[in-house]
């Protein structure tokens, strides 16, 4: 599935097929989150921090940030914006921890805040860089507690570690920051395992799992489908903070998006039909590029609504309608060429949906695949003699790049396999492949056939 600005997926739903979450088009399969967060917040459990070993002593001053752990300071006081900062991160988090995607919950926390532009950037490193790196943080943790602490405390512990193990934040201000951010309650064993952890350098991590911070089956994928060193350059490149390409129009599309959207090679006469369009983005570049004709369909009637607004937003000429990717109403053979974003499991896309990682189940790459080969299979029958289909999916996996082309080549012999594309794009069997950390884009891949006249 591709990229596009923010929003549940840039994909059409099927009837069959689950809400995504973020800017790509990605299936969205919800399973559960990452490393357990021990009990549920609001616990009464009293926590305890690990004696033994010198914490360090906690150098004065608050760097700015607020005050020290313990400081109650004046009850009528405004929090310093270090300080409001974290605590906005911090309920961003309890909410994603609660099921709430994090490209979506935060943009509008953000606005509503009275944060400068400086301490929304922070929130925003904060929030994606502690639900990104969360296994990572949970072991440089759990080495320093008894028990498990409740989903606030393991919050502001992630939060607090983050910070000094990932973006050198200087401990006193890190520290002193998290702990007045943190409810009452944990201030004292917040302040006590942090202290702890400012105190010492990160252990030997005991697999590539916890030091990237992905659950071990996306590591284990990946390790053998691409390749020790491909899988793991494309780990570590997707745990980067994401960049954000605008194209000419204004409108923020990854760049991996709009060269999929270049190689369906669309020209003025044709019509286009975009079966797995919402929000918009890559049937409004066709159409800005080509001057054809761009229909554009998605199942969900808002996510429809959505896109509208981005059309008229850019003043592009993209018909809408409301349809079933799987069963359109459009007639047999009518379309000059067939886009298939599909709906996928966005393992392609995980530097920029940090909490993507932790929703995706295994199974989900057993089920999607029937569905993008349902999808494909429309967009052949709504294809005239001499069209082309175009598949594309931002993902990594086997079984839904070069295992569903596969199967359609296999299918439909009245199918003519076209040459992948250049560089960026690399070959693969039967199309083409964009690795993030070569193309420094969203992994994609990308696979096209003519039919037969």
């Known amino acids: 599935m591709s990229s596009d600005p923010a929003g549940p997926s840039e994909g059409a739903s099927t009837s069959n097929q689950s ?7 990605s299936s969205g399969e919800a399973g559960p989150s990452g490393p357990a967060s021990g009990a549920t917040a609001g616990s009464a459990k009293k926590h305890r921090a690990k004696r033994g070993g010198k914490g360090g002593k906690r150098k004065k001053g608050s760097g700015g940030v607020g005050g020290a752990a313990g400081n109650s300071g004046s009850k009528s006081a ?49 929030v994606y860089g502690t639900t990104r790196m969360r296994a990572a943080l949970d072991f440089l943790i759990d080495r320093h507690v008894l028990e498990p602490p409740d989903a606030s405390g393991r919050a502001a512990l992630r939060l607090g570690a983050y910070q000094l193990h990932f973006m050198r934040v200087p401990s006193h201000a890190a520290v002193s920051a998290t702990v007045a951010a943190s409810p009452k309650r944990l201030r004292g064993f917040v302040n006590a395992v942090l202290r702890k ?64 959207a270049a190689e369906v090679g669309a020209e003025a006469s044709d019509l286009v039909l975009d079966l797995c369009a919402a929000p918009g983005g890559k049937a409004t570049a066709i159409a800005a590029s080509s001057g054809a004709r761009v229909v554009a ?5 808002s996510r429809v609504a959505r896109m509208v607004d981005n059309i008229e937003h850019l003043g592009a000429k993209v018909e809408t309608v409301v349809a079933d990717a799987t069963a359109t109403p459009f007639a047999a053979g009518c379309a000059d060429r067939v886009l298939i974003d599909a709906p996928c499991s966005g393992l392609g896309v995980l530097q920029r949906r940090p909490d993507a990682r932790w929703r995706i189940e295994p199974a989900a790459l057993d089920r999607l695949p029937e569905l993008q080969y349902q999808l494909v ?16 999916v931002c993902t990594l996996s086997r079984q839904e790049t070069t295992d569903v082309a596969r199967r359609v080549s296999d299918a439909h012999p009245e199918l003519i396999e076209l040459a992948p594309p250049g560089s960026p794009w690399e070959p693969v069997e039967g199309g083409a492949r964009l690795l993030p950390q070569v193309a420094e884009a969203d992994g994609m891949a990308l696979f096209r056939w003519q039919l037969a006249r």
């Open 197 to 260: 952890l400012s105190a010492e350098e990160a252990p030997p991590w005991p697999n590539l799992a916890t030091e990237l911070s992905y659950p071990g089956w996306i590591v284990d994928l990946l390790t053998e489908e691409l390749g020790p060193a491909h899988a793991e350059g494309a780990l570590r490149w997707m745990n980067q903070a994401a960049t954000v390409d605008t194209r000419d129009d204004g409108y923020t599309q990854n760049r991996a998006s709009q060269w999929v």
């Open 78 to 126: 405004a929090p310093e914006p270090g300080v409001q900062a974290r605590r906005l991160a911090l309920a961003a988090l309890a909410r994603i921890e609660e099921g709430a995607y994090a490209n979506l919950l935060l943009g509008p926390m953000l606005d509503d805040s009275e944060l400068d532009r400086r301490d929304k950037a922070l929130v925003a490193e904060l």
């Open 297 to 301: 369909a998605d199942l969900n009637p």
């Open 377 to 392: 299979a429309e967009a052949i029958r709504l294809c005239r003699p001499g069209g082309t289909i175009i598949y594309s």
């Open 19 to 25: 809400q995504s979450q973020g800017q790509p088009k």
